[in-house]
């Protein structure tokens, strides 16, 4: 083996797979788009005519949907074609030309006499990929290209109203939301290639591509490629395959258009839009894109893959997939009416695990993808059309929090020159007559024959045949990236640690079903739900100890068992260790299902991807005991032991959210996402731990063509309030907003809403100022803490202030602040609004973001409500509002309320992306002092470091240093609900 073995990296089979993924593809999938365009770089072409995605489009495939005219698949169609005065013959697919000719097909007969193939449709029963059936001068009997002759393979179709046209081979029923249809019988179509009588071998094989010169061009869509060096510019490749038939662009083409002046069309666009042939798509194939190659009268076809990128741990992929999600989105009106909105790709963005998690990182790119939907659960996509604008996130761009995305191990990018090695399965139409289980011996024998690194190679073996794992009993078993996916766990932890092997299988989805703990719940899951007692599925716990581990009994160092003093054998664990340890196990589930990889292509969910915890619900929180006699997590604080704002403690660790305001595996409510009166705490600029997260980049603030203001309102018509015009640290109402009957420019608000209808002067209850300041003294700017001070005319306690904000003045969204119950006055006197029994007085709120060069218009409002009875204005005080003193208008007008605005110009808001250099995970490596809001709260789960991106408190660590065990990366730390 060598003498350094060590010094070598594992060879990954999965990156041997996808090196050589290459697939062909005729459409928009799960997996990703085809391409590249014919004008990109790495385009290939084809000299061959038809390949085997064509024979399954012509003949059928299992569970294919049936097309809606009762025709064939798509046919095969042969037609003379005289070009001045001599017959030439054009040979169609999908009503579109594939190749012209200057001799006709033909077959052979009963009698071995050949026989011209006539005009008319047939279906494709068998195509070789390469041109014709000879390598040089060898003839190949077996590559065949075959047809029906004298029969057809038709479709059948039952439309919306249940009525069946009566056409076809055969059919099922079946339904795609509340529309019956009919599925396409292939066996039907078998039976008929099958038959000798029928099936016909084309002489001389798959047709080549030819274009006579004498054939007018400007119906077709084509490219000159002729002048192009083979050597630099154009390559011939797969030539051990293929001959002389496959070839590659090497560079982009310096224009997108044919030489008819045509743009090339986007395969993107070619989708399972719905199984009603909207759009382009399975019925309806683009118009094909002929070259010209150099040599002699060359010609080929541009010959589409499916585009897997690189999305690996060290560099995932900066949009998560999100181009390429809104590339191929449907186009058609979809069943909310709206066109190009409905998931055809999946996103590339990989759910933060254990494994990926301290390489995840922050992405501004506008089209960033997140692989979780924004709302509601999952749905299965081969049933239901889910909208794209679940996982592309308003927060995504870079004037947001950006979105964090992650990778996984060794999805590295396929290799273009590697072609027509491996095909990925595809239940709608395969691409190739592949052998999916092979694909995976294949691989195995590649590596592990040929690698250098044979150290790691053999010791995978060994592992593999430690751990209980086979994917011949899982769901996936005949993808092969998956299950490549699980032998590569013992292959890439060849020099780590065993612990990390454990852990990696531990993680993995076909262990959770193999081993049956993937729907494990805690015991108080199903007892507080129905009452029942349910315990953990303990086979998992039971292996992982007895086959994994440590073992049934004792050992000493030399491998003899340990006896006790009666001379029996000791064991390691009991029944309750494993009763302990299968509890650990619970609310475990599959990441969700993206694209860029092979997997279930029906699946809503991953078999490749680290398993994630679920329901934290379902999650059992009760001590576990370790097998040493404590307890799993023995020296982790307990919540109540937690010091006072332990966040600023250290150890204490943050994990980035980006623009998503969600912590990961807590129980926030779905609606508090993006709801701006659930409001995080933000961090004071220049406080400790704000430098600590942000780590501040010292970018200079953004510029502004907002002129300098005076910070005094003066009355605006068009607003109709008072308005500060201008940039300045401040805007005061000044005298503007006295009284309320009395008031000036009544009724001082942006909307319209009017105050209180008593008009006498008798009771004086009225907002009479407002100021609004910037908490660092600068200019007021989006994204920035300001504090208002608001001065009312009060009678009593039970009197309301109501304090709100507007991003947008022009067309105000009002945003609750607080509500404050002013001090009692007797007689009402003038008074300035505080917060009382606080630390920090001051009424405070963070600026909305502003990312306009010109600055931004909002507003404040402040809302008197008064505690008068109107049937008793000196009577006792009535309370207004409910124990939290909620407000109970945005626009109170009772007779003695008063509502009353304010207007003023911001500078626009620092981006995240240019202020700090945020990190995925942080830990505090000493204590911090507090500033401002940090002060005056005890704990936090979710913080808003600068406007729009936050993050949470994720764990502290222990007090003292613990023992860990084998599982204890598995279990519940206190205080979180992470596992990691």
Same mark, same amino acid.
């Given at each position: ?326 590339? /191929? ?479 947008? /003045? ?171």
């Amino acid at each position: 083996m060598g003498e350094n073995q060590q010094s070598l990296s594992p060879t990954s089979h999965r990156a041997f797979f996808r090196e050589r993924l290459n697939p062909r593809a005729v459409e928009s999938y799960i997996y990703g788009i085809p391409g590249p365009k014919a004008c990109e770089k790495n385009a290939r072409f084809r000299r061959f005519a038809f390949t085997y995605k064509d024979k399954e489009l012509s003949r059928g495939f299992s569970g294919m949907w049936a097309g809606s005219s009762g025709l064939p698949f798509t046919p095969m169609e042969v037609e003379t074609l005289p070009i001045n005065g001599v017959n030439y013959y054009a040979v169609k697919f999908g009503g579109e030309i594939r190749t012209i000719l200057s001799n006709p097909l033909t077959y052979k007969d009963s009698n071995n006499l050949n026989v011209t193939l006539s005009d008319g449709n047939y279906t494709i029963c068998h195509a070789v990929e390469f041109v014709g059936d000879k390598f040089g001068d060898a003839t190949y009997t077996d590559a065949r290209f075959q047809v029906l002759v004298g029969d057809l393979c038709t479709s059948s179709y039952t439309n919306a109203g249940g009525v069946y046209d009566g056409k076809g081979d055969g059919s099922t029923s079946a339904r795609i939301g509340l529309t019956l249809v009919r599925i396409y019988d292939k066996n039907a179509c078998d039976a008929k290639c099958a038959d000798v009588t029928k099936v016909k071998v084309i002489e001389g094989g798959n047709p080549e591509v030819m274009i006579p010169d004498a054939f007018n061009k400007t119906s077709l869509s084509w490219i000159d490629l002729s002048a192009l060096d083979t050597n630099s510019e154009i390559i011939n490749i797969n030539t051990e395959r293929t001959h002389d038939s496959s070839w590659l662009l090497q560079n982009d083409l310096s224009t997108c258009t044919d030489q008819n002046g045509d743009e090339f069309p986007n395969p993107a666009r070619l989708a399972y839009t719905d199984y009603f042939s909207f759009g382009h798509g399975k019925y309806n194939l683009d118009k094909p894109i002929f070259a010209k190659l150099p040599g002699n009268n060359k010609w080929s076809l541009h010959d589409f893959r499916t585009q897997f990128k690189g999305n690996t741990l060290e560099n995932p992929l900066e949009d998560g997939g999100g181009a390429t999600v809104k590339a /191929a989105a449907r186009s058609g009106d979809n069943d909310d009416g709206n066109p190009d909105t409905d998931l055809v790709v999946r996103c590339s963005n990989v759910q933060r695990n254990v494994f990926n998690e301290d390489q995840c990182r922050i992405s501004y790119h506008p089209d960033a993808c997140q692989s979780v939907p924004l709302q509601g659960a999952v749905v299965d996509p081969a049933n239901v059309v889910e909208p794209v604008w679940k996982y592309l996130p308003s927060y995504a761009g870079p004037d947001n929090g950006g979105v964090v995305v992650c990778g996984s191990e060794n999805e590295v990018a396929p290799i273009p020159t590697e072609d027509d090695h491996f095909d990925v399965t595809n239940r709608k139409v395969h691409s190739g007559s592949t052998d999916y289980m092979g694909q995976k011996l294949t691989v195995w024998f590649e590596v592990v024959l040929a690698a250098q690194d044979q150290l790691c190679q053999r010791l995978a073996f060994g592992l593999n045949k430690i751990f209980a794992t086979s994917t011949n009993s899982n769901s996936d078993s005949i993808n092969s990236e998956t299950n490549i996916g699980v032998y590569d766990n013992f292959v890439t932890s060849c020099f780590s640690t065993y612990r990390e092997v454990m852990r990696k299988v531990s993680f993995n989805q076909e262990m959770s079903e193999q081993l049956t703990f993937a729907t494990n719940k805690a015991v108080a899951t199903d007892w507080h739900r129905s009452r029942k007692l349910a315990w953990p599925d303990e086979n998992y716990a039971r292996e992982n100890l007895q086959l994994h581990s440590i073992g049934l009994l004792k050992l000493n160092d030399d491998g003899t068992p340990v006896l006790d003093r009666f001379e029996k054998r000791v064991a390691n664990y009991e029944q309750k260790h494993i009763f302990s340890a299968a509890k650990i196990w619970t609310s475990f589930g599959p990441s969700v299902r993206r694209g860029n990889y092979e997997d279930l292509d029906w699946s809503g969910t991953s078999y490749l991807d680290p398993l994630v915890l679920k329901d934290v619900s379902e999650r059992d929180w009760f001590p576990k005991i370790s097998s040493d006699g404590g307890y799993i997590g023995d020296k982790y604080p307990l919540c109540a032991d937690l010091p006072e704002r332990h966040f600023l403690r250290k150890g204490a660790t943050f994990r980035l959210l980006g623009g998503s305001s969600t912590p990961l595996w807590h129980n926030d409510q779905v609606h508090w996402e993006g709801n701006p009166e659930v409001q995080r705490m933000s961090l004071y600029p220049g406080s400790q731990l704000y430098n600590k997260l942000c780590n501040p980049t010292n970018a200079s603030l953004p510029s502004s063509t907002l002129f300098s203001g005076t910070g005094v309102a003066q009355y605006d018509a068009t607003f109709t309030a008072p308005f500060c015009q201008g940039s300045s640290n401040s805007c005061d109402s000044g005298t503007l907003l006295l009284g309320r009957a009395s008031e000036e420019n009544a009724s001082n608000t942006i909307d319209g809403c009017s105050d209180g209808k008593d008009n006498s002067t008798t009771y004086p209850d009225s907002v009479s100022r407002i100021i609004v300041t910037s908490i660092n003294g600068d200019d007021l700017r989006g994204g920035f803490d300001a504090k208002i001070n608001a001065t009312v005319i009060s009678r009593s306690r039970k009197d309301r202030v109501d304090f709100y904000f507007a991003s947008d /003045a022009s067309s105000p969204v009002w945003q609750f602040i607080t509500t404050v119950n002013p001090l009692e006055t007797v007689p009402p006197r003038e008074m300035e609004v505080t917060l009382p029994y606080t630390r920090f007085p001051d009424i405070t709120y963070t600026l909305p973001k502003c990312v306009a060069a010109s600055g931004c218009k909002q507003a404040v409002r402040v809302v008197s409500r008064s505690s008068r009875d109107p049937s008793n204005p000196t009577g006792a005080p009535r309370t207004r509002g409910d124990a939290y003193m909620k407000p109970d208008s945005k626009c109170a007008n009772a007779p003695y309320d008063d509502v009353d605005d304010i207007v003023f110009e911001v500078l626009p808001s620092p981006k995240p992306k240019d202020t700090c250099s945020f990190q995925t995970l942080v830990t505090l490596d000493t204590n911090l002092e507090c500033q401002g809001r940090e002060c005056v709260v005890s704990t936090v789960r979710v913080v808003e470091v600068i406007a729009g991106m936050m993050i949470k408190i994720l764990r502290i660590l222990a007090v003292t240093e613990t023992t860990h065990q084998l599982t204890s990366n598995a279990t519940l730390k206190a205080c979180t609900m992470s596992i990691f």
